[in-house]
């Protein structure tokens, strides 16, 4: 057996070796999939074992690479939240296609540069064919779609308000806040991702900048309480300039009512956002596509293609009809990029980003393999499953207490409302490794949470869940 080389030899081994090595990874990978529904969701960690394993790799001598994999992947496997296992109701981590991992692998090898078009042109145009797809699917007129892939949701969400600001007053680019006549303040539903107070820290709006909107008893945005607090900003001087709508919330999946704050924000001359990070998907299903009603009238989206698109993690995108707007955004020129090339767009000049991964390829093969209609059927199915949830947990006593279309149940025991007692629930259903759920605050009131997110996850586990939080109340 051909021995692998140690030190810079390491960087570019031999076909031979090369290819034993990757027949390894294939092997673990293959173990790891057969073998993680038979395995606890999650386990205690004993954080000192953790640091002493691994700061026994101390760089100073070459190790095995077959022995350093099994190291890690045992270190993953006794030290991680299984995002991947059928029981894993989590937040909005998925289990990743087959085919999303191999892009992440052909990304990584090819490894294009994504700051200009001239040096990754089969790249860029991957993912602005995505763009356009998606956005034709959110209801963007045909042609008009630009954007970009970002990290993940918050950095759509940052780009989104960028694009508010600088639309709204030409001279915040060049001047920034201090050249405006007053706060500049934005507006989201109390139930929203506070991503939007990391935003205004970052951009200098300050985090007081941000006003949370109460929601109404369905957890939806109070649209009269909105316009009653943009009211009273102006009379104090302030000057509101961004409504966010959220289409499905991280602790109940509830859509705000997106029509209605699009009335609103063409009444005021206000720009209008839809952060749907996870609720955005449901757009490829023609069964859940209603539910976004609405969204097409939004100044710009978010959409994570790693939530529930089922891709690794990240790839985040914005989605605009303003292009110009975008290059106004993030314009600059230099002399060490490649001249522009007719009728394209540097990514750099159009996102926060410089230097890029190729994170939209992992989507793209994805989507080729299973189509629209596969995705939309898998989609379906987490929905279906989500409805069977609730009926079991109604069936045992407990109370639902979110409505949506999208598969997150939110339900509390009628017999103690206590958030002690949600709490104390959640942490035995996860101490026994049977599954994976969290406790929530939905307006104040305790719960505990379930998302169907697992592209794994079949009515059994649906049933052993039950089972899970019912032995939880005993």
Sequence with gaps: MDQFPAGRASFDPAPPVA???????????ESERAEIAGRDVSA???????RAAIGAYDFGRPERPDDVIEDVAELLRAATVHTTHPRYFGLFNPTPTLLGVVGETLAAAFNPQLAGWSHAPAAAEIEAHLLRFLGGRLGYPPGKVAGSFTSGGAEANLTGVLLALTRTWPRYGAEGLRALPGRPVMYASAESHLAWLKIAHATGLGRDAVKLVPTGPDLRLDVERLAHQIAADQADGDLPFLVVGTAGTTGAGVIDPLPELADLCADLGLRFHVDAAYGGAAALSDRLR???????????????AHKWLSVPMGAGALLSTDAEGLAEAFRVTTSYMPDDVPDTVDPYTSSHQWSRRFMGLKLFLSLAVAG???????LDHDADLADDLRDRLAATGWTIVNDTPLPVVCFTDPGDGTWEHHDALAQRVVGS???????VRLDGRAALRACVISHRTTPADIEELVQAVNDARK
């Excluded at 629209?372 to 898998?378: P, S, V």
Aim: charged fraction near 30%.
């Design 372 to 378: 629209r209609a596969g995705y939309a059927e898998q």
């Design 290 to 304: 209603p539910a976004l009603a609405g969204i097409e009238r939004a100044d710009s989206i978010t959409l994570d």
């Design 19 to 29: 290819e034993r090595l990757w027949r390894h990874v294939i092997d673990l990978l």
């Design 433 to 439: 490794g049977r599954a994976w759920i969290s406790p």
């Design 44 to 50: 205690p960690v004993d954080v000192r074992r953790l």
